[in-house]
């Protein structure tokens, strides 16, 4: 599979909010992170980035990933320019724009940086979701500030 197929594979999995699956596309050594909130905030291996995600969007009512503007990909380096639409059970909702870049070697996903604002985020979501993910397992935090 090239890279930018294996990208949106994986994409594919985490819109269907596939958790068993998703490791998959990571290796021990890999690495994602939101950019606006820093490489201190990140997930390193398989479980730790899933870990990462579910807590984000596991408690979801729906999650829409759209594919969106523009998909690029050469010598390993997959960028992305696409949105997605978070709803919470509560009724919020946004949607929110984002620039990808993802670095893919051997069909593995080792670097996933996501570009967002963070006020769009923020803005829309409940204050039961902030808390939850600032108070919930944090257990997979890694600093990979050194790591990049």
Same mark, same amino acid.
């Given at each position: 599979?090239?890279?930018?197929?294996?990208?949106?594979?994986?994409?594919?999995?985490?819109?269907?909010?596939?958790?068993?699956?998703?490791?998959? &596309? &990571?290796?021990?050594?890999?690495?994602? *992170?939101?950019?606006?909130?820093?490489?201190?905030?990140?997930?390193?291996?398989?479980?730790?980035?899933?870990?990462?995600?579910?807590?984000?969007? !596991?408690?979801?009512?729906? *999650?829409?990933?759209?594919?969106?503007?523009?998909? =690029?990909?050469?010598?390993?380096?997959?960028?992305? !320019?696409?949105? !997605?639409?978070?709803?919470?059970?509560?009724? !919020?909702?946004? =949607?929110?724009?984002?620039?990808?870049?993802?670095?893919?070697?051997?069909? =593995?996903?080792?670097?996933?940086?996501? *570009?967002?604002?963070?006020? =769009?985020?923020?803005?829309?979501?409940?204050?039961?979701?902030?808390?939850?993910?600032?108070?919930?397992?944090?257990?997979?935090?890694?600093?990979?500030?050194?790591?990049?």
């Amino acid at each position: 599979m090239d890279d930018v197929k294996t990208v949106g594979a994986m994409w594919d999995t985490l819109n269907d909010r596939d958790w068993d699956k998703l490791g998959a &596309f &990571f290796g021990p050594d890999s690495i994602y *992170y939101d950019v606006p909130l820093g490489p201190s905030a990140a997930g390193v291996g398989p479980e730790s980035i899933v870990a990462r995600l579910r807590l984000g969007l !596991e408690p979801l009512a729906a *999650y829409a990933h759209h594919h969106g503007l523009a998909t =690029t990909g050469e010598g390993g380096l997959v960028m992305l !320019e696409h949105s !997605e639409t978070w709803t919470w059970g509560t009724g !919020e909702s946004v =949607t929110l724009p984002i620039a990808t870049v993802h670095r893919v070697v051997d069909g =593995t996903i080792t670097l996933w940086r996501d *570009y967002w604002d963070y006020q =769009t985020l923020m803005g829309a979501a409940p204050a039961w979701w902030v808390e939850q993910t600032t108070t919930g397992d944090l257990s997979w935090l890694v600093d990979a500030t050194d790591l990049l």
